[in-house]
């Protein structure tokens, strides 16, 4: 990357890498190791670590207990998975994503059964979840929450120390007209 120019590389860390039952007990110092390896690998080539923390790998622990983005919880653990990143990478990391587009997991994940965990009526896609009873809102809307504790942990511990800046990616789709 970097002998072709590249001055920045954004990446994914996977919540099930570092949190296997994504809880403070089951914390895995080597996927820390993993991690603190590639990021140190970049900072040495010149290249900015753009950290992105949730990119549809949720720990399967967390769907199986709680019931993932589905409910309410889910926000709290994402805070503490958040903070044992900012914990252990930020004073490398100055730029973190806290949820990959969550309008795509939320609606492929909940609505139509594509991506994990695979939930909607349609029984030919999915023999599990109800789109009525589990709509996609709820899950966008502790998608938000949990965006919102994460920046809530960096800003009130780590912002000032680690001087860095905290967003969260949106999709979008682009139309342009035919004539």
């Known amino acids: 990357m970097a002998t072709i120019g590249f001055d920045a590389y954004r990446f994914s860390i996977s919540w099930s890498r570092i949190m296997p039952d994504g809880r403070e007990s089951s914390i895995n110092q ?42 309410p919880e889910i926000a709290n653990h994402f805070a503490l998975y958040a903070e044992i990143c900012f914990r252990e990478f930020g004073d490398r990391v100055k730029h973190w994503v806290t949820l ?27 023999l599990v979840g109800d789109s009525t009873t589990e709509p996609i809102y709820k899950v966008m809307h502790h998608a938000l929450l949990s965006h919102a504790a994460a920046v809530d942990v960096y800003n009130r511990k780590f912002k000032v120390r680690h001087a860095g ?6 999709d979008t789709l682009w139309y342009e007209p035919l004539t």
Not at 43 to 49: N, Q, R, Y
Not at 101 to 108: K, R, V
Not at 117 to 125: A, D, E, F, L, M
Request: proline share 4%; with cysteine; charged share 15%.
């Open 30 to 71: 080597e996927g820390i190791s993993f991690y603190n390896n590639l990021i140190n690998a970049l900072l040495e080539k010149g290249i900015t670590p753009v950290v992105t923390l949730y990119h549809y790998d949720l720990p399967q622990a967390l769907e199986d207990s709680i019931g993932g983005w589905l409910s």
């Open 100 to 126: 990959n587009e969550a309008w795509m997991f939320a609606t492929l994940g909940y609505r139509y059964g594509l991506y994990a965990p695979g939930r909607c009526s349609n029984k030919v896609t999915s």
């Open 165 to 170: 800046a905290i967003g969260i990616s949106i």
